[in-house]
């Protein structure tokens, strides 16, 4: 079959769609979906392709920040951020988000290098992968 529309509504919540899973469990549509995607490039200075992404900004070697198009509802949302350098060696890419700083549209986030031979942290840029779940506003 084939369903092509530009709006769904639940029938009994407007913001809810029950959706079969795996089995008999359900999910719910807007809860599942992503709701902030980027590829960021490896001198962070550039978003490579993203989705709700207004703008980054760049605040040094391994300092970054997302700025949402769309913000989300509260600061109580998850990001998962990932990096590869490319040739990491021995290092584990250790990206965290800044402590206090995520807000209902941005959140601010570091990137380092950690040597394994002395655990030493050094800032560096090399590609990133964010993504947002959480509650639209």
């Known amino acids: 079959y084939e369903i092509k529309t530009n709006t769904f509504k639940g029938q009994t919540t407007a913001g809810s769609i029950a959706v079969q899973g795996e089995g008999t469990n359900t999910t719910n549509l807007q809860q599942g979906v992503c709701k902030c995607w980027a590829l960021i490039s490896a001198d962070g200075a550039s978003i490579l392709d993203s989705f709700n992404v207004s703008t980054i ?80 506003s």
Do not use: C, W
């Open 57 to 136: 900004d760049d605040d040094g070697t391994g300092d970054g920040g997302i700025h949402f198009t769309t913000d989300m509802s509260s600061a109580n949302y998850v990001i998962q951020l990932t990096a590869d350098d490319g040739a990491a060696g021995s290092s584990v890419n250790a990206i965290e988000v800044t402590k206090d700083t995520p807000t209902s549209g941005s959140f601010d986030y570091e990137n380092n290098y950690v040597n394994s031979a002395s655990d030493n942290r050094t800032a560096f840029n090399v590609i990133r992968h964010i993504a947002v779940l959480g509650d639209l």
